[in-house]
């Protein structure tokens, strides 16, 4: 088989294999800072000394205001087509649910944030408690009875 | 925060079928298939003709290429109404994505590398392959991660 045959082959499987990956875990919420929080850490880092996420949200966007019970916190960016269906789900959870507000922020514009919460790509979703702890995060558009699902991790 | 959605979607003429942009993704899979598949001399005039279609759906936006038209006249008329429209601005980025790949393999085949282009076209061939069969923008998820490092 020809270079040029085996390059096809092998960009198709790496296509394939990272596609399925991406098909599996897209818009799934995942536990960050609870589970790293859980008890028999051997390092005995406490976890509220941690700056929550939201005081570095606050620090960047000083006129935004977090929900009373959760927050929604959305990065987006101007190249992100998935980005538009997670703006809409999360607009409509938040409409529907008391005390939940949908904060849509633009991840080019906010670079240092963007580090200080390690969003790698857009659109990533933050939920954060009503503290303003992130609780669980997911990439890529997540589905509605997710979201739900995952705020009410956070909503007691 | 955000308004709901079904008037945004009418107030914004601007979005396209997202099933165009895969479209147009599947043809240039064939297009790059071809290039790594036929000898030097008939991969570079593909690789120049990929370029130059890609650099008219980066300069004219991806509504303006021939893929676009032919989806619009041929394709669609077939599917159904799409769920949900999108913008049309991250698969243009893509395209200037792909041109950037095409350049550099155009010029690897001119100066004799072939294998050094056909690499360069394999990376194109992932991102279309990864457009084609899941809608999925490799370049424009590029872009956020080149802004934290730039």
């Known amino acids: 088989m020809s270079s040029g045959l085996w390059i096809a082959l092998v960009a198709a499987v790496v296509a394939l294999g990272f596609g399925a990956y991406r098909a599996m875990t897209d818009g799934r919420f995942r536990g960050r800072r609870l589970d790293e929080a859980a008890p028999g850490g051997s390092d005995g880092v406490e976890p509220e000394s941690e700056p929550s996420a939201w005081s570095y949200v606050a620090a960047a966007l000083p006129t935004a205001t977090h929900g009373e019970r959760a927050t929604l916190l959305q990065f987006s960016s101007a190249f992100c087509a998935p980005c538009r269906a997670t703006r809409r789900v999360l607009a409509e959870v938040a409409e529907v649910v008391p005390g939940v507000v949908h904060l849509e922020v633009d991840a080019e514009h906010h670079l240092a944030l963007v580090r200080h919460l390690d969003v790698l790509r857009t659109p990533t979703t933050l939920v954060l408690d009503a503290t303003g702890r992130e609780v669980s995060r997911a990439t890529g558009a997540p589905r509605k009875e997710d979201v739900v699902a995952a705020l009410g991790r956070v909503i007691t | ?150």
């Open chain 2, 1 to 150: 925060m955000t308004s709901i959605a079904s008037p945004d979607q009418l107030s914004r003429p601007a979005g396209i079928d997202p099933r165009g942009p895969q479209f147009t993704a599947g043809i240039t899979v064939v297009v790059l298939v071809a290039i790594l598949a036929t000898p030097t001399a008939v991969a570079t005039v593909l690789t120049a003709v990929q370029a130059a279609l890609f650099a008219y759906g980066a300069a004219r936006g991806v509504q303006g290429t021939p893929h676009a038209w032919l989806f619009r006249t041929v394709v669609r008329p077939r599917l159904s109404a799409p769920s949900e429209l999108e913008d049309p601005a991250p698969p243009r980025f893509a395209q200037a994505v792909g041109l950037a790949f095409t350049v550099v393999a155009l010029v690897a085949f001119l100066a004799g590398a072939s294998v050094v282009a056909q690499v360069a076209i394999g990376f194109a061939l992932v991102a279309a392959l990864l457009n084609a069969v899941f809608g999925f923008c490799l370049g424009c998820e590029m872009y956020l991660l080149l802004k934290r490092i730039a």
